[in-house]
C-alpha cells in the first residue's frame, strides 16, 4: 500500500459484517487502516468489537478522509470521500435491482462470469465506472469455516433460508409441509431468515421450534452453510453461496431455475425433492459444480486481496472509465435528509 492507507466500510444492515470483515484483516495485515460508518438505524451496534474504529458523524468521515469507501448497498452519497467500491451484499444475480447502476460508484467488484460479463456491458454503455473481477469479501472466509454441531442425533440437516421479499419469498408457501416433515422427525432443520423478513413469519415460524428445528438468528451464515447438508430456500442471494459447496439446493418458484436447482412449484412436492436432494444423481452435482464455476470460480480466500490491487490500480492509473460520477442530485439530497448532512 502507499500513503493514505485508510480505508472507510459504509454500511446499514447487519449482514455487512461478514461480508467486510475479511477486507478489514486484509487491510490491516497491510499496514491499513479501516474505519466503519453506519447509515441508518438496521444495524446492531453491539455486533463490532472493542477494537473496531466506528465513525458516528459524516463530519467524522470527512475529516478520516478515506481513500476508497466499500458498500455493500446499493447506495453511497457523493460526499463521502474515496473511490467508491460495490462489493455487494449477495450472489445472487436473478434478484430485481441487481443490475441497475444507480449512478454511485466508480467501481463494481464483480463475482463471476454469471455477473461479469454483464456489468462489463453497463460499464461501456454508461461510461463513468469499472468493472473487476475480484471474487466476493465474504467467502475468504467461507470453505475453512468449521462445521457446527447443533443437534445431537446423525439426522440429515437441512437449511431453510427463504428470501424476504413478499414476491419471492417460500415462508409462507412451505409452512405447513416443513411443519409436517417436522413432525415426522426425519430430518434435521436450522431457519435462517433474512434480516429483513416480514416479522409476522418469524413469529409464526418460532412455533415450531423443537429439538430438531433451530432458528438461528446470527448474520454469521458461513457454519450454517458448512452444517447443512440441503438447502430449501426460493430466489434468495444465499443459494449460490450454498452451491459452492457442491451441495444440493431445493428451491421453491425459483424466478430463474437453472439445472442446478431441484426447483419445486407446489408446497406438496418439498418431502419428495428432499428425498432427491439425500441422493443427488451425478447430473446433478455436475450442473451444481458448472454453475458454481460460473458464479464465482475462486476458492483461494483472496478475494480480498484481488479487491484491493483494484483499488490500488485506480490509485495509481486512474480509472479506465472516460467520464466522472454523475452528480446524481436528487439521489444525494435524499441521502443528505437521511444523514442530516447539509454542508457543501
Not at 217 to 223: A, K, P
Not at 261 to 275: C, R
Request: net charge neutral; hydrophobic share 40%; with cysteine.
Amino acid at each position: 500500500m502507499k500513503d493514505n492507507q485508510q480505508y472507510l466500510f459504509y454500511i446499514s444492515q447487519n449482514y455487512s459484517f461478514e461480508i467486510l470483515r475479511p477486507l478489514q484483516r486484509e487491510i490491516q495485515s497491510q499496514g491499513g487502516q479501516v474505519a466503519w460508518f453506519v447509515a441508518g438505524n438496521d444495524v446492531d451496534l453491539k455486533n463490532f468489537t472493542a477494537d473496531e474504529v466506528v465513525l458516528s458523524r459524516v463530519d467524522d468521515v470527512i475529516n478520516f478522509n478515506p481513500v476508497a469507501s466499500f458498500v455493500p448497498g446499493n447506495i453511497i452519497p457523493r460526499f463521502i470521500p474515496g473511490i467508491k467500491v460495490q462489493v455487494f451484499h449477495g450472489l445472487e444475480w436473478k434478484k430485481k435491482g441487481h443490475f441497475v447502476i444507480r449512478d454511485c460508484f466508480d467501481l463494481y467488484c464483480t463475482h463471476g462470469a454469471a455477473t461479469t460479463t454483464r456489468f462489463n456491458e453497463l460499464a461501456n454503455q454508461h461510461q463513468f465506472f469499472d468493472v473487476k473481477e475480484t471474487g466476493w469479501p465474504k467467502l475468504d472466509n467461507l470453505f475453512n469455516t468449521p462445521k457446527e454441531q447443533y443437534f445431537s442425533n446423525k439426522l440429515p440437516t437441512v437449511l431453510f433460508a427463504p428470501t424476504f421479499s413478499p414476491a419471492l419469498t417460500s415462508a409462507p408457501f412451505l409452512y405447513e409441509e416443513i411443519a409436517a416433515l417436522v413432525n415426522d422427525k426425519k430430518y434435521n432443520w436450522l431457519v435462517k431468515f433474512h434480516p429483513k423478513m416480514e416479522v409476522k413469519w418469524l413469529k409464526i415460524y418460532d412455533q415450531l421450534a423443537c429439538d430438531n428445528l433451530k432458528i438461528l438468528t446470527s448474520s454469521n451464515i458461513n457454519s450454517l452453510l458448512q452444517s447443512a447438508d440441503i438447502m430449501v430456500s426460493d430466489t434468495s442471494s444465499v443459494i449460490g453461496e450454498f452451491a459452492l459447496l457442491g451441495k444440493p439446493v431445493i428451491a421453491f418458484n425459483n424466478s430463474q431455475p437453472g439445472d442446478y436447482l431441484i426447483n419445486i412449484t407446489d408446497a406438496k412436492e418439498l418431502s419428495q425433492a428432499l428425498t432427491v436432494a439425500l441422493s443427488p444423481s451425478e447430473t446433478l452435482i455436475l450442473a451444481i459444480n458448472r454453475y458454481a464455476k460460473e458464479l464465482h470460480p475462486y476458492s483461494d480466500g483472496k478475494s480480498s486481496l484481488r479487491i484491493l490491487a483494484a483499488v490500488e490500480d485506480i490509485r495509481q492509473n486512474g480509472k479506465q472509465a472516460i467520464k466522472a460520477l454523475p452528480r446524481n442530485i436528487i439521489r444525494n439530497l435524499k441521502q443528505r435528509k437521511i444523514l442530516n448532512y447539509w454542508q457543501f
